[in-house]
């Protein structure tokens, strides 16, 4: 008896569910989704400089030195020889010395200036076969002793080393 007064109600609880369905109760949208909109793009970053850079930098105490794209004090090795330009520090020297690169000859001239002039810009080729940036004919390296932009610990070392001048 229970069983026939129960199919009755699930009948009619099931003709209910179909029929509240096709009237569109349903909570997923028929046709094709609109795209979402596209966030605007970012504004692109400044493009770098290609290239090393060197600028001419006021010290406290040694006046206006070269300085790289970091901001670290370059220096001239008396060994070497400006004309024609000779590097000789290699090996445990270009360890604690260590000699400015380039890729090539070209990239010289994608070196961004400041206070330097271009025309003492210019490369030399090591015993290694890479080339090194010179300025003024010098092969110029930057100091291990040097931790911090602006440091100029190498200045004097041993007699034979000085930070480089624009001039």
Request: aromatic share 6%.
């Amino acid at each position: 008896m229970i069983r026939t007064r129960v199919l009755p109600l699930i009948a009619l609880a099931a003709a209910a569910a179909v029929s509240l369905g096709a009237c569109g109760t349903s909570n997923t949208v028929a046709g094709t989704p609109s795209p979402v909109p596209a966030a605007a793009p970012a504004p692109a970053a400044p493009a770098k400089p290609a290239g090393p850079a060197l600028t001419a930098s006021p010290t406290g105490g040694l006046g206006t030195v070269v300085v790289d794209g970091t901001g670290f004090t370059l220096y001239r090795f008396d060994k070497d020889k400006p004309k024609p330009s000779k590097s000789t520090c290699n090996g445990a020297c270009a360890t604690q010395w260590g000699p400015v690169f380039v890729a090539s000859a070209d990239a010289v001239k994608a070196v961004q200036l400041e206070g330097v002039a271009r025309t003492a810009v210019n490369t030399v080729k090591r015993a290694d076969g890479k080339l090194q940036l010179t300025i003024a004919g010098w092969p110029v390296y930057r100091y291990s002793g040097d931790k911090a932009a602006g440091d100029t610990t190498g200045q004097g070392v041993g007699k034979v080393w000085f930070a480089v001048t624009p001039a």
